[in-house]
T-cell receptor, first 113, second 113 residues
Framework: ETGVTQTPRHLVMGMTNKKSLKCEQHLGHNAMYWYKQSAKKPLELMFVYNFKEQTENNSVPSRFSPECPNSSHLFLHLHTLQPEDSALYLC????????????FGPGTRLTVT | GENVEQHPSTLSVQEGDSAVIKCTYS??????FPWYKQELGKGPQLIID?????GEKKDQRIAVTLNKTAKHFSLHITETQPEDSAVYFC????????????FGKGTSLLVTP
């Protein structure tokens, strides 16, 4: 266990559905991240939050909407997704941004039908 | 932006042999280089990292070397064991955008008994 938990672990949703992914870290970190992991592609950084403030939005479509209510929790709200959005969504946290070790959760395997 | 190339994409070794995975990066300002191990159904786990002020770092059977001039770094695993079988990712980042880890595409390592 890395101290970063994600729920649900698996999610199947239709293109018209709305769902949310949840991430929680128990490490006392101040920065949290969302990554997308697709087959045959490098991990892609989606969003970064530092002290609850979004500091990076890596050109992610608006159908992905992050929320960070506090330094321990991070959500990714999903709506009107496309089949190509099917992937493993990983949450990570670190003490601070900038050259600090990032610890990953187990991910949510998302399938869009 | 930073571009990280990783080779080989797959690697098969016999138990007890050594395994070497190589990465190159494009941004000469990169100064932090972590390596992650991802087992099936789990998120990436940080196994070792190196910063640009050192050329080599070792932790038991795992070592990482960094050549800043050539802009490449390598992961060395000695005395491999079946439990080392996993996908390994390298990453690079700079203090200019310190939180943006740029990942390689991964190397699938198989250690056969």
């Amino acid at each position: 266990e890395t101290g970063v938990t994600q729920t649900p672990r698996h999610l199947v949703m239709g293109m018209t559905n709305k769902k949310s992914l949840k991430c929680e870290q128990h490490l006392g970190h101040n920065a949290m991240y969302w990554y997308k992991q697709s087959a045959k592609k490098p991990l892609e950084l989606m969003f970064v939050y530092n002290f609850k403030e979004q500091t990076e939005n890596n050109s992610v479509p608006s159908r992905f909407s992050p929320e960070c209510p506090n330094s321990s929790h991070l959500f990714l709200h999903l709506h009107t997704l496309q089949p190509e959005d099917s992937a493993l969504y990983l949450c990570a946290s670190s003490q601070m941004t900038s050259m600090y070790e990032q610890y990953f959760g187990p991910g949510t395997r998302l399938t869009v039908t | 932006g930073e571009n990280v190339e990783q080779h080989p994409s797959t690697l098969s070794v016999q138990e007890g042999d050594s395994a070497v995975i190589k990465c190159t990066y494009s941004d000469s300002a990169s100064n932090y280089f972590p390596w992650y191990k991802q087992e099936l159904g789990k998120g990436p786990q940080l196994i070792i990292d190196i910063r640009s002020n050192v050329g080599e770092k070792k932790d038991q059977r795992i070592a990482v070397t960094l050549n800043k001039t050539a802009k490449h770094f390598s992961l060395h695993i000695t005395e491999t064991q079946p439990e080392d079988s996993a996908v390994y990712f390298c990453a690079a980042t700079t203090s200019n955008s310190g939180y943006a880890l740029n990942f390689g595409k991964g190397t699938s390592l198989l250690v056969t008994p």
